[in-house]
Nanobody, 122 residues
Framework: VHLVESGGGLVQAGGSLRLSCGGS????????VAWFRQVPGKEREGVAC????????YYKDSVKGRFTISNDHAKNTVYLQMDSLKPEDSAVYYC????????????????WGQGTQVIVSL
């Protein structure tokens, strides 16, 4: 699956962004799509995941209640709605695909997008 992220940018703290992850194979019902993020010098961390196989959704604790992951099979797109953004949310955000369930381990994801930069200013 070839993945392309978009929607990143510069936003003030408290603002919102919606990231999109598009890919021709994302309409399948046996995929899990996750969003990871990475800042320089730190390991990539999982932020959210949605599995179309069993319907489960997972969020990193620090983003619960602020971020929402969703999928639109008709558009072959997975979204990450990010509200109430904080400076510590600044990172490069990547989407990734696993078969068929969500995993917390990036090694389990076989396809990755190129990333989209999110910068949250004070």
């Amino acid at each position: 699956v070839h993945l392309v992220e978009s929607g990143g940018g510069l936003v003030q703290a408290g603002g919102s962004l919606r990231l999109s992850c598009g890919g021709s194979g994302l309409a399948r019902d046996d995929l899990a799509v996750a969003w990871f993020r990475q800042v320089p010098g730190k390991e990539r961390e999982g932020v959210a995941c949605i599995s179309s196989h069993d319907g489960t959704v997972y969020y990193k604790d620090s983003v619960k209640g602020r971020f929402t992951i969703s999928n639109d099979h008709a558009k072959n797109t997975v979204y990450l709605q990010m509200d109430s953004l904080k400076p510590e949310d600044s990172a490069v955000y990547y989407c990734a695909v696993d078969l068929p369930l969500c995993s917390r381990y990036e090694a389990d994801y076989g396809s990755w997008g190129q990333g989209t930069q999110v910068i949250v200013s004070l």
